[in-house]
């Protein structure tokens, strides 16, 4: 999945999470970039056991064996108000705690972040692992001309 970029060593991959939701995600979104998926790859976490992601991660995170960072769509249920549905062929990811509000460096709230724990099985008996996932959803604003169907961003 790696492309020619040529990495510094040492180099990681370290946005914040203000990078994220309005550089990132806005420019997914509003599809400026189409290079932006060479650095944040559009997959579906849902459909996938959490050790095959590593893999799929973007040219700038490909070689970071803590994070890796995706965009994940919107499944036709969200999008009709329904919940996401987490489950995967090998278990399912359960939230943890409360969602969080990000905030920009002028202190407005621009996202919601979802930490999320994976479990092997089938709920409420899955077994507990050590694979953690954040997920953020920027905050539908005019200002920020989001549609309403926006993709996630899952880290």
Do not use: H
């Not at 510094?8 to 990132?24: A, C, D, K, V």
């Amino acid at each position: 999945m790696s492309g020619n970029l040529l990495i510094p060593p040492g180099y990681r991959f370290y946005p914040t999470e203000e990078e994220l939701l309005s550089f990132y995600l806005v420019n997914k979104l509003e599809s400026r970039r189409l290079d932006i998926e060479r650095v944040i790859p559009v997959v579906d976490v849902y459909t996938c056991d959490p050790s095959q992601l590593p893999p799929m991660s973007g040219d700038a995170s490909i070689r970071d064996p803590e994070q890796w960072f995706f965009f994940c769509p919107r499944q036709e249920r969200e999008t009709q108000g329904g919940r996401p549905a987490r489950t995967t062929p090998f278990g399912y990811w359960k939230a943890t705690g409360s969602p969080s509000y990000v905030y920009s460096s002028g202190n407005k709230v621009i996202g919601v972040k979802k930490t999320m724990v994976f479990y092997r099985g089938r709920a409420p008996n899955g077994t507990k692992t050590t694979w953690k996932m954040n997920e953020y959803k920027a905050l539908r604003e005019e200002a920020l001309g989001l549609p309403a169907t926006a993709p996630r961003l899952c880290s």
